[in-house]
């Protein structure tokens, strides 16, 4: 399966950026965001860096993406992975709320 990890700058190389994420080690493209500073998260598909992310917004990310793990090995109960999302209810997001007649 194709997915997007979140990864975040290591080092700054010539061209390429030494990235990590998820037990990975990569060399990434940063044609479509330019420099990024070390320490930044980015959103990174097939070895391009497509946008920045905030450090809670890879946290979310991540999560997400142990919960498809563990179902992919069988697991049912995922709500662990989702605690920002449970006990609460949905929101409309801004452009979507307000009148609509």
Do not use: Y
Not at 37 to 64: D, K, P
């Amino acid at each position: 399966m194709c997915i997007g990890i979140p990864m975040k700058v290591v080092d700054i190389g010539e061209g390429l950026v030494e990235c990590e994420g998820r037990g990975r080690h990569e060399r990434i493209n940063f044609a479509l965001l330019g420099e990024q500073a070390v320490g930044t998260w980015v959103f990174a598909f097939q070895g391009s860096a497509l946008r920045t992310m905030t450090a809670e917004e890879a946290l979310h990310a991540n999560r997400a993406l142990d919960a498809l793990e563990a179902a992919e090995a069988g697991a049912s109960d995922l709500d662990h992975f989702f605690a920002d999302l449970t006990d609460r209810e949905p929101e409309l997001p801004a452009h979507l709320k307000g009148d609509r007649s």
